[in-house]
């Protein structure tokens, strides 16, 4: 399993970024990707989690009706859209893979799989 996640860069407060994550070697019918972020000093926080098989989501409350997760079947890839950055969204973000456990969908140790993680920085 590969996760290539690109996208990352500096914005001003308010602005938008999209970050993108190509999957491969994915079984995809039965697995969840999800987002993740870690500041530096920080623990790795939950952002937001798609399930590939029916498309539900879920979001963390410090990004909900901001970011969006989606996926693209064609390409096997999942987008985090952010809308409105704040300074505070500042952290390198992973994008992981793992089993659609629902219980499992926000915490570190429900995804087997990561990528490489891409720079996200918001200016105030």
């Known amino acids: 399993v590969q996760l290539q996640a690109s996208g990352g860069g500096l914005v001003q407060a308010g602005g938008s970024l999209r970050l993108s994550c190509a999957a491969s070697?994915?079984?995809?019918?039965?697995?969840?990707l999800g987002w993740f972020r870690q500041a530096p000093g920080k623990e790795r926080e939950f952002v937001a989690a798609?399930?590939?098989?029916?498309?539900?989501?879920v979001y963390s409350d410090s990004v909900k009706g901001r970011f969006t997760i989606s996926r693209d079947n064609a390409k096997n890839t999942v987008s985090l859209q952010m809308n409105s950055l704040k300074p505070e969204d500042t952290a390198i973000y992973y994008c992981?893979?793992?089993?659609?456990?629902?219980?499992?969908?926000?915490?570190?140790?429900?995804?087997?799989?990561w990528g490489q993680g891409t720079q996200v920085t918001v200016s105030s």
């Open positions: 992981a893979a793992g089993r659609p456990i629902w219980s499992m969908m926000t915490m570190v140790s429900g995804y087997s799989q």
């Open positions: 070697g994915l079984a995809f019918s039965s697995a969840k």
């Open positions: 798609i399930v590939w098989s029916g498309g539900r989501t």
